[in-house]
């Protein structure tokens, strides 16, 4: 026998039209219907630490999810959901709101922006299909009330591994603390690790600062939420289609971004970030970007570093600051820039919220699939300008998270083996060190597992 | 030299992202601006108390409004506008949000729901294009923020002439007061006389129940705002593109309806609800319906009643109930169909918010153009089921209140002499009787001015 | 068979200590009480105009209020109860916190300054008495919520006559409503008249600026309340225990005074505050005083402005402006001052919201008993200096409002005939004419009795 | 040369009379001043982990605190402040707050009630004394606007030792959060450890149930504010003067009462209340009490469950529940039991955030002042009844807590060595064990210093 829980929609959700109750049930298709169960369950599952989705999927193969369609909207059905979601036979608020949230974005945002798109857009028109997915990017948000914030210049993003040592944890938890007591919101990717504790952190900065309007941001994607399941302090959840959509997500409603320890997530989200910076049409754009971890990560720090300055040379490197063992001087340099970044939106009539002057080309807008074929066909040459080579190592980064993390990847490599890299020796072997020192230092999984790569660097 | 004034957008349109921008500057045709124009003009002299639009253009000719381009968004700007909406050089918050409601209904939801049109109607499916008015109507009132009340059954619509008697005035004046007291919110066409009065009422009623939260919706349409431009009270304002959207709004948003004296106006909205009520798919409707007005105004209803017998017969009688010199009367009357009201939404699983279930056919949801051929031809025979003839007799009064206020039919009435309407003898007779005890009441137009008939019965 | 009504406690009186409920119950004498159920009654007749206590309180011979000890702290049980303060067998959530104020003002407060009384006060110590009732007044205000404002300088305190003409009380409202578009909130004597009309203006002003914080204070005494209940606008009442106390919290919580046209009160209230502000220690006191009427009321001004120049020299009428016609020039002439107000409390550490530095002779706060023989006995010659004379004028007005509307006052003139009054004859003639201008105008009473003078002037 | 800051007040004591401030900056004694000093430090240290307030004490000896008087009421002057408070040189808003509750509290409130002491208390009349006592501390929590709360019954009072091991603080976390997840608010003594967890729990526990209104209660008293400053977490401070009244508050302030392993004063804790529960005017008292560990802690409540069981007997056995290794089971039972708790208070007409039916015996409230000389007569012995045996067990324990960390205590013990108890020899033994079982486990102080008993067991 099944237990069920029939659940009253909330925020935007809990206001649908006939119309839009009857696309919501007949447009998902049944593979993305699956999709949405999932990220249901991973949500049902907030705040258990696992990063093996299969693992969490096959204790629950008899969860389901239904939508309940009423004459005033919609309603979903939990079918054997996760006990550890309930207190008292009640599911607990945060996590009702969070499968709205789900709904929300999975079909109902997704299905809107079908519409969109099948009016919008001819093949050939490439510069309205950047133009309509910022656009796409920012109803997700605003659907999300994520740009409303009345005290404007606050939110700051911060990007760093899931599996970090202790030590590490701690050191994120400070930064986040000492920014909260500056007011300041946290982003994050919203599962654990670097994306848990800088939310930990500031709440309790918040707090001291009996500042009770905090905001603890998660922006995720399908194919990662359930290996990294946001955190129990997350109290804005969106889940953006894909990583390129998620990234535009994060820097455009950034107002400041700090980088934690990581592995190749982390690398991703740095090189996409410096693609862009670089970008001439980005040269006036004023985003503080910090590098900080504990006192003795100075190596990893400086390893990243040469990194940067061997593949995109000394102009990227002045895009960001290294900050080592100083948890109040993180929070510091980001209040001090935080006037001048308020100004540069001002005087340039843009949002406060959203940054819409950067420009993001559309070679890091569009959906980079990785495969055996699109990997191995990747041009990781140190030949091609440092902005083209930025989103070709964004992506060969992307695909290895995927490789290690996302089911899809996952199918992928157990079906046909490691993704094959191959390129410039020089740059071959630098990324090669890179890749092996984050095995190394165990950032590629949760602890528990043993780390067996996904790709293999053809030097 | 001019005057012009910035105003940073409010509500939902302080969100807009630069497709959307894009979208509002250049969907408007030069006709269509125009009329946006005027709009903006009638709300700018909200409280003015004049339904003769002619001369409030005249006063203010060299009025515009542009929509200024920003990354961030739009901005209005005000050219010479009126200065009875500004204190100390700053426009009023009240007149600020009505004109960004405006700008919202008229430019941003016209833009948004062409597409919906352009996507989903075709030509034949009649069914389809129902349910699209419908989520239209919803959609207008969702972005208006006009169906979150989290106090649900309490909208009460009151309709009732623009130019009403001073003792009259004061009677609605009552009806609002003993309203407010209950904790009724209140919804009218948001123009002078009828529309006002139960606002101001329940606005004390409000204030002595300590009571903040007082909602006072006004729904109008572009070609009569200018007439009737929004009193001091509303503090929703929402605009439907015709008559007969705005009609559909009123009676799915609202939890009972009271209809005070009125003229052409207010015959066409008792006629348009009962014309609902007596479907057969509208039979388990629960939609309480009270004429009231002073002691002295028996007579006036009586009239109406008798009219309604004879045209629609008993079953359409027993929809309504008349009550006279009884303020507190009317109130108790709707406290007590309050919670049977609440309980028939939860029990059809419809929403506390909007009345989903209500059929509305066709006929009464697309608009109706009154010409002189189209007056002309409708069918006035009373050899018609009740349904239909309701629909007519609608139509009909429909085109005399445009005949005398709104811009588009005073002109047609300037350039080709008064609608010619005919049909049954015995009906035409009873039609004449009652148009023209509204004018000998003086319910045509304000006082002022000497009313000349827009029609012309041939019995 | 008597009604009752139990009342649970809201603000300050909601949580009593049971020492606390013990005292209440126990120390009101027999007299005290009665005057305590009168104030509950005139309550409960809150907007009911009529300034005839001896009226009101005959129709309610059967109403009676217990004060209810529970373990928890005390309710209020209404006898017989006017029907009008109810709905639905409700009482009216106003007026029940009004009921409330009265309990706090008259009964708790009551005992716990006779408690300060006891022990701070010896019968020689003047100086200390002065502070002493500063204290009480500031400590009533304070538990009433009254000084917790967070947006300062902005309480307008609005005087004038409870009997005046519609055009007058037209103007008032006029003044009210500029006021209130301003941000300006109002605190009147909480009667009919000049003491609504502002107050209902600037709900309306309020309302159109989004302004959901509006206030409206009242403050009363006990012998007054009665013959001017409290209007319906009221939100924060207050009753102080006499007139000058009254006074007192009127001008220490005010950033601006406005007369209207009254009559002996009216004058009262000015020559009180005339007698302050030329005080040498107010020297550098900055408060705004407005008279102000309607166009035609321009003599009005000028026959007091010649009097208070023929009494008190052109140094008092150096302290006032006159604005006749011009409501919106009333409310600018307010709000340029606000911002040195602002400053002048700044840089005299003095609170927003409680005009701590203003000097208040004893003679002012000292309460004035008008009796036959101590209105005899007023030095009312001009050859003493302007300080004296204002507080001599301002005792003998005080007196005359008694006779005419005070219980006690009353019931003196009754027994006793009217008060007789001599002094200087050059200024006991200017009394006489000013005296009997207000009879001829109508000031001294509402409409509906012929006003019998309660004084004689002994020319 | 040296640092201040000037603070303005916030809460209660930005509302003060002159007179007041004057009463306020005359009051204090040196020696009263140099405690409210000392607590004040202890508050700037807000979240630092040390119970040695000499050491704390010797680090900031230049600190210092001066009230400065204005016209509108007093602000705080910080003399050399520790710089941990500060955070861009601005302080810490809940830091603020507190030190305004000490201010308030330690000077405001004591001067107050020093007038209440003299007006109404007679040595010889004990009745009354109760009652102003239990008057205070309940005017304490009022006016630290800790009974207007909204939600009742959800009070939780946590009580256990500052001085505990890792599993059993992260077991207090887990019972806060699953108290928190219930909608419980939760009330410690404020310092660390069982003071702490409880509400970092519950604090979470809130976050995910999007309840924005937790409260973090701390009832602290001069004498050890010191040693156990205020966590991060405590968002309403209140401090007693004495332990008596801190007991009396914690008691009648509760909905439960959950005691965690601890050490003396845990003890004193239990004993007190054990004592008033078997007192038989308080045989109908509805208060849930709990007593929880971790799993591994089942011998330590057995320990104390034999000592009562040997000194008080099974019928005090029967007011507490042990439960150990289930924090949600320890939730559950509160929440099983809050209807009860409610409808006790309904029925008995007490109110729901004060619990005034509650007899406490005078020999519970009045202060027991613990000198060699009263330590050494306390009456030990067993023939006794069990409510005296608990009163004077209970103050055995508090001359204990003093000795160990309450300034004053730790100099009598340096001066003049422990304390030396005497008393029935099978009663001795029986304490000596459990004192010893304490040292040994490290409860009788903070690690890093080695323990030494500031009392002797005469067996």
Redesign the interface.
């Known amino acids: 026998m099944s237990n069920t829980y029939q659940l009253n929609p909330v925020g935007w959700m809990?206001?649908l039209?006939?119309?839009?109750v009857n696309q919501l049930a007949t447009s998902a298709s049944a593979e993305h219907y699956r999709v949405f169960r999932n990220c249901c369950l991973a949500v049902l599952n907030s705040?258990v630490e696992q990063d093996d989705s299969e693992a969490l999927f096959e204790q629950y193969k008899d969860f389901d999810v239904n939508l309940v369609r009423?004459?005033?909207?919609v309603k979903m059905e939990l079918v054997n959901p996760p006990q550890v979601a309930f207190?008292?036979g009640k599911l607990?608020?945060?996590?009702h709101?969070h499968l709205f949230a789900v709904l929300r974005d999975m079909l109902y945002m997704s299905s809107k922006h079908q519409?969109y798109t099948?009016?919008?857009t001819s093949p050939n028109n490439n510069e309205q299909d950047g133009?309509?997915i910022?656009?796409m990017v920012?109803?997700m948000l605003?659907h999300a009330n994520a740009?409303?914030s009345s005290e404007p210049s606050n939110l700051i993003v911060c990007w760093g591994g899931h599996s970090i040592r202790i030590d590490e944890y701690k050191y994120t938890k400070e930064v986040g603390y000492?920014l909260g007591?500056?007011g300041f919101n946290i982003c994050t990717g919203c599962g654990p690790g670097a994306m848990k504790g800088p939310m930990k952190g500031a709440?309790?900065g918040h707090?001291?600062?009996?500042?009770?309007s905090g905001r603890y941001v998660g922006i995720s994607e399908p194919s990662i939420i359930a290996a990294e399941p946001p955190n129990?302090?997350v109290?804005e959840l969106i889940i953006m289609p894909d990583i390129e959509k998620r990234l535009e997500a994060f820097v455009r409603a950034s107002h400041g971004i700090v980088i934690f320890p990581g592995g190749v997530g982390t690398a991703e989200e740095l090189l996409y970030l410096l693609g862009l910076l670089m970008h001439e049409k980005n040269a006036d754009q004023n985003i503080p970007l910090i590098l900080t971890g504990p006192e003795d990560k100075k190596e990893y720090f400086e390893a990243i570093d040469a990194f940067i300055a061997a593949t995109l040379g000394p102009k990227a490197q002045q895009k960001y600051q290294i900050i080592v063992g100083d948890a109040p001087g993180v929070a510091?340099a980001l209040?001090a820039a935080k006037q001048s970044v308020l100004e540069h939106?001002q005087n340039?009539?843009?949002?406060?919220n959203?940054n819409?002057?950067l420009h993001i080309p559309e070679d890091f807008q569009r959906p980079f699939d990785p495969t055996h074929e699109s990997m191995a066909k990747l041009n990781l040459h140190l030949d091609q300008d440092p902005g083209s080579l930025a989103a070709n190592l964004r992506k060969c980064f992307s695909g290895i998270v995927a490789g290690n993390v996302k089911a899809e990847g996952v199918r992928q490599i157990q079906k046909q083996g490691p993704f094959e890299l191959s390129g410039d020796p020089v740059l071959m072997k630098k990324m090669d060190a890179l890749l092996q020192s984050f095995v190394a230092q165990g950032r590629m999984k949760l602890p528990g597992s043993e780390y067996r790569p996904c790709y293999r660097v053809k030097v």
Chains 1, 2, 3, 4 share one sequence.
């Open positions: 809990s206001q039209s006939q119309l839009e705040g009423r004459e005033r909207g207190v008292d607990i608020a945060g996590v709101e519409m099948e009016l919008g133009a309509l910022t656009h920012f109803d605003r740009l409303s000492e007591l500056r709440a309790i707090a001291k600062q009996r500042n009770k129990a302090i109290n510091n209040k939106r340039n009539g843009d949002s406060f959203f819409w002057r």
